[in-house]
């Protein structure tokens, strides 16, 4: 193993609240959210950041950090947006170097609750938060069944 805690997680050798998973992606809870239902997207092959990230890869990291943007809005989470981010380099201050875009979903109005989060990165009910992320997904691709 490279030492490297996502890879570990890709591997299952690391513990996660995983969310979604694929050949290529996976995407499981931050395990210090800033709001509740913060969901990290990375790759499954290793890249430091995006220096390293095949081009390819980092639009469908992106397609999926959109999908989910989109089913916190429509699941329990009922969220009003999220904020996508990569930060890229240790210049950007990322600390886990391996790819990885957060998605955090944000409700109208919760600046106060958001910078309160930003500040503690305390966990929430992760079962319960999983779940209402998941539904969202269903609900998604329900509406994408109907068209
Ligand atoms: P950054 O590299 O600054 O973009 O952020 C790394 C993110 O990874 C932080 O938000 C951490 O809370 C999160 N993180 C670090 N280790 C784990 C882990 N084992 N499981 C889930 N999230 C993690
Ligand atoms: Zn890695």
Known sequence: MNGCIF?????G???ATKIFEDDTLVAFL???????GHTLVIPKSHASDLDHL?????????GF?????????????AADGANLLINDGKAAFQ??????LHVI???SGDILRFARGFVLRRPHDRDSTAAAIRSGLDRLADEEKAV
């Open 54 to 62: 095949d081009p390819e890869l980092g639009g469908v990291l992106f």
């Open 65 to 77: 950090g959109h999908r989910l943007a989109k089913a916190m809005r429509r699941g329990g989470l």
């Open 95 to 100: 600390t886990v170097h391996h790819v990885h």
């Open 105 to 107: 979903p944000r409700h």
């Open 13 to 15: 050798e690391a513990p």
């Open 7 to 11: 890879c570990a997680i890709v591997a």
């Open 30 to 36: 931050d395990i210090r959210p800033i709001t509740r």
